[in-house]
């Protein structure tokens, strides 16, 4: 069920969408052959020592890039998490700000303009030279300087307001000063610091097309190896300025299909699944050798509408500028069934744009839900002008012309698909007729850069601090990252004010407001919340730390945690070795699935490279 970004912006702020083609299945084919003939390691990764300690993750999310400066999907986050540090990472219980990062306390002053930071002492890049507060304020200044949409809005640097500076006075020290009151450094600004002996002399775009393998980073491991589409390694960092990983290796292995990666998980071949669809994940429970795990919701499933403005070629459905029209389609879907049905029950459903894990979720009282209601969705309509006046069962719009909206999905997203079949259905029998568009990423793509909808179902996987999710219902970020170009004075405004507050409390009840605001304007319609759902073998390792604690992500979530703290199941063989690898039985699974599933993985808006967006 993985869709698979971490759109933890740029993902999750963030989003371009990708899928593993087949052909690049076919073409890893003869290789895996190959390594199961001569005893090779799989699909292309180095053999290691028969001594070391190897983990081998499963996932459906590919490594787009080892480049810092073109991450795209969760793959390229959970590289970042391992390879380099942040000022403040998340906090495994709480997302909120945590110490496992560079900063070790700050000092605000000036109003909540100028922050103090401290740097941990000591550190060491992964090729043995010092790490200092240079590092952070070269890395910080070359995003503003060089206008950087991926990372810049995470240190405030916002059109209308002057970029903030960044200065390094000792080693030890970092000086942030903004031209208006910030909490930035505490959102966390999620932005990877870099090595300034490394990329200080590089132009933009020769920073983009670092291949930086090996990479030089201050994380717990170093990334080693890259192959798209098959598989990346990461390596224990010798340097490592925090607790030593009991793993010396970790190797991701990028599958086509679930039933592929189920296989693999069955036979020991990978250590555990990330991103499994609901059937696939509960035919799991009951072997003795596994354990299912379904972690909190990281992503949310959403209808958006087009408001017009995206482009010279968008021409939306007017009726979906009347609220009231909104407030009847959201009346005419029933989102719980969308939860039973199509996650079978994995799953909650939606109601704001922050996830149930962050700590600034809101969620309506009981009794202000907007549940399904079609007799008020008809009542709506009927009082809005839609009438039927030829009893063909479908409403006329004003001018006459049959009120349809023309919809897309993205073809790699089974379960988004169903949802939009399903709300189809429903907006049917309340005299809406929906045009259902079923493509591939790259035309969603262009469609909703071009503004060529009325609505579609896709998706985000915000971060725990709700400002960039919030920013993208407001004005300047139409043609950027909007969903449709929504535009509210009243919205941008609550966004501005939330932005300069300081005062955690105060700015916590402005965003929940901000929520409410949203949902109550049915801006775009949340319809569920996924769980993540993964499986494990519980005889090779033990010591996962789910983030956020108790019930979040095993990996591929929100840290190093759980590469940090795993350590062998006494008696288990965990070496890299040639019996280990790919086996005939899985590519032919990989083979199959693909002849079933057509598709792969869909990549969620959260961070994906928006610098050719403005």
Not at 60 to 73: C, K, M, W, Y
Not at 145 to 172: C, H, M, S, W
Request: charged share 25%.
């Amino acid at each position: 069920m993985d869709r698979s970004l971490r759109n933890r912006r740029f993902g999750g702020r963030f989003g371009v969408v990708t899928a593993l083609v087949l052909a690049a299945m076919v073409t890893a084919l003869p290789m895996a052959a190959l390594a199961q003939e001569d005893g090779a390691s799989p699909a292309g990764t180095s053999a290691a020592p028969d001594d070391e300690i190897v983990f081998r993750v499963g996932t459906l999310t590919n490594l787009d890039s080892p480049s810092v400066f073109t991450a795209g999907g969760c793959g390229c986050y959970e590289m970042l998490f391992l390879t380099y540090d942040m000022l403040f990472n998340f906090d495994p219980v709480t997302l909120e700000p945590g110490d496992l990062g560079l900063a070790t306390d700050y000092e605000v002053r000036d109003g909540g303009r100028t922050w103090e930071i401290t740097i941990r002492d000591g550190v060491r890049w992964s090729d043995g030279e010092p790490l200092t507060a240079a590092d952070l304020a070269f890395t910080y200044s070359f995003i503003v300087e060089q206008d950087i949409n991926l990372y810049k809005a995470y240190l405030g640097a916002v059109r209308g307001v002057e970029p903030p500076t960044f200065e390094a006075p000792d080693d030890t020290t970092l000086i942030w000063r903004a031209s208006e009151p910030t909490r930035a450094p505490l959102t966390p600004p999620w932005i990877p610091i870099l090595p300034e002996h490394i990329y200080g002399d590089m132009t933009l775009e020769e920073a983009r097309s670092f291949e930086n393998v090996p990479a030089v980073g201050s994380g717990p491991f170093v990334l080693t190896e890259w192959e798209s589409d098959q598989f990346w390694t990461v390596e224990r960092n010798e340097q490592y300025w925090g607790t030593t990983p009991t793993i010396d290796r970790v190797e991701f292995r990028v599958y086509s299909n679930e039933e592929a990666m189920v296989t693999a998980l069955k036979s020991g071949e990978i250590d555990i699944a990330d991103g499994l669809n609901p059937n696939l994940w509960r035919s799991l429970e009951g072997d003795e050798n596994i354990t299912i795990h379904e972690g909190t919701a990281g992503y949310f499933t959403n209808f958006a509408f087009n408001f017009g403005g995206q482009s010279e070629k968008a021409d939306p459905n007017p009726a979906l500028e009347d609220a009231d029209v909104r407030l009847a389609i959201a009346h005419a879907i029933d989102r719980q069934v969308l939860v039973d049905n199509v996650l079978l029950g994995t799953g909650t459903v939606g109601t704001s744009v922050t996830l149930p894990l962050s700590p600034y979720h809101w969620d309506p009282e009981p009794g202000e839900e907007i549940g399904f209601d079609p007799a008020e969705a008809q009542r709506l309509l009927d009082t809005a002008g839609y009438d039927d006046t030829d009893g063909d069962g479908i409403r006329e719009m004003p001018d006459g012309e049959p009120f349809e909206l023309d919809t897309f999905v993205q073809s790699s997203d089974p379960a988004a698909v169903k949802s939009l079949r399903l709300i189809a259905g429903w907006l049917e029998d309340v005299g809406v007729l929906v045009n259902v568009d079923v493509v591939g990423g790259g035309e969603a793509g262009t469609r909703w850069g071009n503004g060529d909808f009325d609505a579609y179902v896709w998706g985000w996987g915000p971060e725990p601090d709700p400002d960039f999710i919030l920013s993208v219902f407001t004005t300047d970020m139409c043609g950027v990252w909007s969903d449709g170009c929504y535009s509210d004075p009243a919205f941008d405004r609550m966004y501005e004010e939330q932005r300069v507050e300081t005062d955690v409390e105060a700015r916590k009840q402005m965003t929940l407001d901000m929520q409410r605001y949203l949902y109550e304007d049915n801006a775009e319609l949340v319809l569920y919340y996924y769980n993540q759902l993964q499986a494990y073998r519980n005889d090779r390792f033990e010591g996962y730390v789910p983030a956020p604690q108790p019930e979040g992500f095993l990996v591929m979530g929100w840290g190093p945690y759980s590469y940090i703290n795993l350590k062998p199941v006494e008696g288990a063989s965990t070496a890299s070795t040639g019996s280990s690898g790919v086996s005939g039985a899985v590519w032919i699974a990989v083979v199959a699935g693909a002849l079933v599933i057509a598709g792969a993985v869909l990549v969620l808006r959260r961070r994906g490279n928006a610098d050719d967006r403005e």
